[in-house]
Nanobody, 131 residues
Framework: QVQLAESGGGLVQAGDSLRLSCTGS????????????MGWFRQAPGKDREFVAA????????RYGDSVKGRFSISRDNATDTVFLQMRNLKPEDTAVYYC????????????????????WGQGTQVTVSS
């Protein structure tokens, strides 16, 4: 498994932007950050964990959840072992704990992404959007 550490959450107003970062470490022998596809999920109080965005090991294959398409952008920098989530035009309904996740399969699954596709999870970072 991979150790993941998220950062960048906070309290913002509706319409603001925020960028989350997630840095990986502690890879198994023979693996590196670029071995993994990466994703972001979020979970609001009383709700199931929701898919936000994911990208393949190279970043060439990207998918977004319907609720964030056109507002959020995922990217990665394999040189610094970091994946980013740029969030724009934030809405109160974006309020949630955001989790970074890694999958040892470097490509995005055809039927996903879903939580079961990912092996490692970060502790989460809170994003709160006020109206």
């Amino acid at each position: 498994q991979v150790q993941l550490a998220e950062s960048g959450g906070g309290l913002v107003q509706a319409g603001d932007s925020l960028r989350l970062s997630c840095t990986g470490s502690g890879y198994s022998s023979g693996y590196s950050f670029s071995s993994y596809s990466m994703g972001w999920f979020r979970q609001a109080p009383g709700k199931d964990r929701e898919f936000v965005a994911a990208l393949s090991w190279s970043g060439t294959s990207i998918r977004y959840g319907d609720s964030v398409k056109g507002r959020f952008s995922i990217s990665r920098d394999n040189a610094t072992d970091t994946v980013f989530l740029q969030m724009r035009n934030l809405k109160p309904e974006d309020t949630a704990v955001y989790y970074c996740a890694a999958s040892a399969f470097p490509y995005l699954s055809s039927g996903g992404p879903k939580t079961a596709d990912f092996d490692s999870w970060g502790q989460g970072t809170q994003v709160t959007v006020s109206s």
